[in-house]
Nanobody
Framework: QVQLVESGGGLVQPGGSLRLSCAASRSIFSIYRMAWYRQAPGKQRELVAVITSGGTTNYADSVKGRFTISRDDAKNTVYLQMNSLKPEDTGVYIC?????WGQGTQVTVSS
């Protein structure tokens, strides 16, 4: 089991950037898969990006080329760099490892 705490969300204009962080309560070195999900109002939670312990990444089609997921095992942290943000990227971004979930961080893209 691992506790996950997200940070870095906020209000940003379309075209802007944000970097989200997900800090884990213990070493993530042995955690094979870590992921970012997002939940928009009235919509189902959707997978945004995944990274494995070997560094393999996968992205939702809607964010490919704009978002980058990375992990720093020494800092027990997973990041999500989000560029060229669009209003439809608005939502609560939630970190996941195994069956453990963080509380999420709100991202709002609006002019």
């Amino acid at each position: 089991q691992v506790q996950l705490v997200e940070s870095g969300g906020g209000l940003v204009q379309p075209g802007g950037s944000l970097r989200l962080s997900c800090a884990a309560s213990r070493s993530i070195f042995s955690i094979y898969r870590m992921a970012w999900y997002r939940q928009a109002p009235g919509k189902q939670r959707e997978l945004v990006a995944v990274i494995t312990s070997g560094g393999t990444t996968n992205y939702a089609d809607s964010v490919k080329g704009r978002f980058t997921i990375s992990r720093d095992d020494a800092k027990n942290t997973v990041y999500l760099q989000m560029n060229s943000l669009k209003p439809e990227d608005t939502g609560v971004y939630i970190c996941n490892a195994y069956s453990d979930w963080g509380q999420g961080t709100q991202v709002t893209v609006s002019s």
